[in-house]
């Protein structure tokens, strides 16, 4: 089966698609657990001739062909369900340790399947605010056993090795070497405190509890402590097949120093000399070099990506110890393509090239900023960066005091003038992120009388970057904005974390929902509701008088040709007309006066001389009960 001959390439370059194209909003890139789930993962591809492989970290836990699920040696998940039907395998009770990549690869005879990729995170209950606690260096992580104090036995634990122990009343000696000098316990909470922090005490604490005639719940903190941002050797961004040297620059006198990863010490220097240590981290990937008292990682893959400490001290001193969180990248077909780096940072471009007849040219989107030959640094004319470091030992140039608009593409390019030698082009896309200086949530919420609870819009704004990524804790969520519902006299603690790859800050609130500012009588609802339908009734209403008023207008105009007017002209020039010729139609609301008398010499005016003699008697003859105009 040739699924089964993939090379690691082929497995990096599935990895890629993964980090390149996927999104939070597939759910096959990102699959979100909490413990004791379940995982299905199903190979929803053609039946004819399948056969199907599921890896977990490149290892294959399960195998179907032949129309059946085969037999696989491996010691991954003895919590596995098959399913035939739809082909499935199910990871069932699932743990922390579970978390990591998934892969389902298919092919038939005549065909090879898109690969499916998943990668996991196996949290705690997400209902269990405990689960997730962030601190800083220096920082103290206090643990509480809140259970009866009656016959009470505890342990403290971390990455289930046990450092404290509580019984008879009081705190026992335990014999571990974790956090020597940095714990402090209080029998009036039965509490443990971890004080003064440091990046390698991220990591699993459990406390265990039970009494003569009970087992407690065991509660369960995953601790993150976070470097400072301002530190540039906090956060190491590598590609994949890069290098990552770790110098011990101590004093050389009577020094000993241990190298290690997630806790496990690879390499040690003591004696003025590496000596031998039982670890299978890193095999033949090593490289020591007495000078600087170094060890070069080589070679290094996405599985590499992890926390690294160089401790170290001497007969008479204990060092500050150096931590370095490393992130290995993958990439198209340049390793070396992203680099991440915070304002003030800076950016070292080595010409790691044979010396021999060496020139060199440093580009920045393709102007040249730098050059190397005949064994120096030549002059460059160029207002580029007037902040740059050379150094003749490495061939190499630095660029300090990083600015966002330094992001772009740096370029070495190489050549051997000796032989004519072109050598490989290095590229690098530098991309330099503001460091997040403050993280802040902003609430607001609106009580439904209806349903007894208060609806809460939460927003997590960060100061400085202006686009990092943000998450929720409890609930676990991702993005800026978060939504939720209490009832009344209900709380709940927000965990909010702004993250641009440079930096990370996180802030917490606690949202209650009060009775103090509520809408009385109606509910607030019922108030916007009767405020709506006042604002719809007040549109109608003013639509119709304009309708009505256009239409009024609209009417006159037409008309006014005809005679239909309220008015009628006083024509000086023509004969008098009847009453039956002026007002065509007879509408008016004056009523005319005697047409008999029309034809009369008469003063040209709307209105004329009163007679006060009393109005002859109504006759056939006159046409109104009023005075007659004379």
């Given at each position: 089966?040739?699924?089964?001959?993939?090379?690691?390439?082929?497995?990096?370059?599935?990895?890629?698609?993964?980090?390149?194209?996927?999104?939070?909003?597939?759910?096959?890139?990102?699959?979100?657990?909490?413990?004791?789930?379940?995982?299905?993962?199903?190979?929803?591809?053609?039946?004819?001739?399948?056969?199907?492989?599921?890896?977990?970290?490149?290892?294959?836990?399960?195998?179907?062909?032949?129309?059946?699920?085969?037999?696989?040696?491996?010691?991954?998940?003895?919590?596995?369900?098959?399913?035939?039907?739809?082909?499935?395998?199910?990871?069932?009770?699932?743990?922390?340790?579970?978390?990591?990549?998934?892969?389902?690869?298919?092919?038939?005879?005549?065909?090879?399947?898109?690969?499916?990729?998943?990668?996991?995170?196996?949290?705690?209950?997400?209902?269990?605010?405990?689960?997730?606690?962030?601190?800083?260096?220096?920082?103290?992580?206090?643990?509480i056993a809140d259970y009866p104090k009656k016959d009470l036995k505890v342990q403290w634990r971390y990455n289930q090795?046990?450092?404290?122990?509580?019984?008879?009343?009081?705190?026992?000696?335990?014999?571990?070497?974790?956090?020597?000098?940095?714990?402090?316990?209080?029998?009036?909470?039965?509490?443990?405190?971890?004080?003064?922090?440091?990046?390698?005490?991220?990591?699993?604490?459990?406390?265990?509890?039970?009494?003569?005639?009970?087992?407690?719940?065991?509660?369960?903190?995953?601790?993150?402590?976070?470097?400072s941002c301002a530190d540039p050797d906090v956060e190491v961004h590598k590609a994949v097949g890069d290098s990552l040297?770790?110098?011990?620059?101590?004093?050389?006198?009577?020094?000993?120093?241990?190298?290690?990863?997630?806790?496990?010490?690879?390499?040690?220097?003591?004696?003025?000399?590496?000596?031998?240590?039982?670890?299978?981290?890193?095999?033949?990937?090593?490289?020591?070099?007495?000078?600087?008292?170094?060890?070069?990682?080589?070679?290094?893959?996405?599985?590499?990506?992890?926390?690294?400490?160089?401790?170290?001290?001497?007969?008479?001193?204990?060092?500050?110890?150096?931590?370095?969180?490393?992130?290995?990248?993958?990439?198209?077909?340049?390793?070396?393509?992203?680099?991440?780096?915070?304002?003030?940072?800076?950016?070292?471009?080595?010409?790691?090239?044979?010396?021999?007849?060496?020139?060199?040219?440093?580009?920045?989107?393709?102007?040249?900023?730098?050059?190397?030959?005949?064994?120096?640094?030549?002059?460059?004319?160029?207002?580029?960066?007037?902040?740059?470091?050379?150094?003749?030992?490495?061939?190499?140039?630095?660029?300090?005091?990083?600015?966002?608009?330094?992001?772009?593409?740096?370029?070495?390019?190489?050549?051997?003038?000796?032989?004519?030698?072109?050598?490989?082009?290095?590229?690098?896309?530098?991309?330099?992120?503001?460091?997040?200086?403050?993280?802040?949530?902003?609430?607001?919420?609106?009580?439904?009388?209806?349903?007894?609870?208060?609806?809460?819009?939460?927003?997590?704004?960060?100061?400085?970057?202006?686009?990092?990524?943000?998450?929720?804790?409890?609930?676990?969520?991702?993005?800026?904005?978060?939504?939720?519902?209490?009832?009344?006299?209900?709380?709940?603690?927000?965990?909010?974390?702004?993250?641009?790859?440079?930096?990370?800050?996180?802030?917490?609130?606690?949202?209650?929902?009060?009775?103090?500012?509520?809408?009385?009588?109606?509910?607030?609802?019922?108030?916007?509701?009767?405020?709506?339908?006042?604002?719809?009734?007040?549109?109608?209403?003013?639509?119709?008088?304009?309708?009505?008023?256009?239409?009024?207008?609209?009417?006159?105009?037409?008309?006014?040709?005809?005679?239909?007017?309220?008015?009628?002209?006083?024509?000086?020039?023509?004969?008098?007309?009847?009453?039956?010729?002026?007002?065509?139609?007879?509408?008016?609301?004056?009523?005319?006066?005697?047409?008999?008398?029309?034809?009369?010499?008469?003063?040209?005016?709307?209105?004329?001389?009163?007679?006060?003699?009393?109005?002859?008697?109504?006759?056939?003859?006159?046409?109104?009960?009023?005075?007659?105009?004379?």
């Open positions: 089966m040739n699924i089964f001959q993939e090379s690691r390439c082929s497995i990096l370059g599935v990895l890629l698609v993964f980090f390149l194209q996927g999104s939070c909003a597939d759910p096959d890139v990102e699959v979100h657990k909490a413990v004791g789930d379940s995982l299905e993962l199903i190979a929803d591809y053609p039946k004819k001739d399948l056969e199907v492989l599921w890896r977990y970290n490149d290892t294959t836990f399960a195998e179907y062909r032949n129309d059946d699920f085969q037999k696989v040696k491996s010691e991954l998940f003895n919590r596995l369900k098959m399913n035939k039907n739809n082909i499935n395998v199910t990871v069932t009770d699932l743990t922390l340790q579970d978390s990591g990549i998934f892969s389902v690869v298919a092919e038939s005879k005549s065909e090879m399947y898109k690969t499916k990729v998943f990668v996991l995170h196996v949290h705690g209950s997400c209902a269990d605010p405990d689960v997730e606690v962030h601190k800083a260096v220096g920082d103290s992580l206090e643990l090795i046990a450092f404290a122990e509580y019984q008879n009343d009081d705190f026992q000696k335990v014999k571990s070497e974790l956090f020597n000098n940095r714990l402090k316990m209080n029998k009036n909470n039965i509490s443990v405190t971890v004080t003064d922090l440091t990046l390698q005490d991220s990591g699993r604490f459990s406390i265990v509890a039970e009494s003569k005639s009970e087992q407690y719940k065991s509660k369960h903190f995953v601790l993150h402590v976070h470097g040297e770790l110098i011990a620059d101590y004093p050389k006198k009577d020094l000993k120093v241990q190298w290690r990863y997630n806790q496990i010490a690879f390499a040690e220097y003591q004696n003025d000399d590496f000596q031998k240590v039982k670890s299978e981290l890193f095999n033949n990937r090593l490289k020591m070099n007495k000078n600087n008292i170094s060890v070069t990682v080589t070679d290094l893959t996405l599985q590499d990506s992890g926390r690294f400490s160089i401790v170290a001290e001497s007969k008479s001193e204990q060092y500050k110890s150096k931590h370095f969180v490393l992130h290995v990248h993958g990439s198209c077909a340049d390793p070396d393509v992203e680099v991440h780096k915070a304002v003030g940072d800076s950016l070292e471009l080595i010409a790691d090239y044979p010396k021999d007849g060496l020139e060199v040219q440093w580009k920045y989107n393709q102007t040249i900023f730098a050059e190397y030959r005949n064994d120096d640094f030549q002059k460059v004319e160029s207002k580029l960066f007037n902040r740059l470091k050379m150094k003749k030992n490495n061939i190499s140039v630095t660029v300090t005091d990083l600015k966002l608009q330094d992001s772009g593409k740096f370029s070495v390019v190489a050549e051997r003038k000796t032989s004519s030698e072109q050598y490989k082009t290095k590229v690098f896309e530098l991309h330099v992120h503001d460091l997040i200086r403050e993280v802040q949530i902003e609430d607001s919420y609106v009580w439904l009388q209806s349903k007894n609870l208060c609806m809460f819009h939460l927003r997590c704004v960060a100061s400085g970057d202006p686009s990092p990524s943000y998450s929720w804790i409890s609930p676990q969520t991702q993005g800026p904005q978060l939504n939720i519902n209490l009832s009344l006299t209900e709380s709940a603690t927000l965990n909010c974390t702004a993250n641009n790859t440079v930096s990370i800050k996180y802030t917490t609130k606690t949202v209650v929902c009060k009775s103090d500012n509520l809408t009385s009588g109606f509910g607030q609802e019922y108030v916007l509701i009767a405020a709506g339908v006042c604002i719809v009734a007040v549109v109608i209403f003013s639509g119709a008088v304009a309708v009505c008023c256009r239409w009024r207008k609209n009417k006159g105009q037409g008309e006014s040709e005809d005679g239909i007017t309220v008015y009628e002209d006083v024509n000086t020039d023509g004969a008098a007309k009847k009453r039956s010729e002026s007002v065509v139609n007879g509408m008016t609301i004056y009523e005319t006066v005697d047409d008999t008398k029309l034809s009369q010499i008469l003063p040209q005016t709307l209105y004329d001389k009163i007679s006060f003699q009393r109005h002859p008697e109504v006759s056939t003859s006159t046409s109104s009960p009023y005075q007659e105009v004379l």
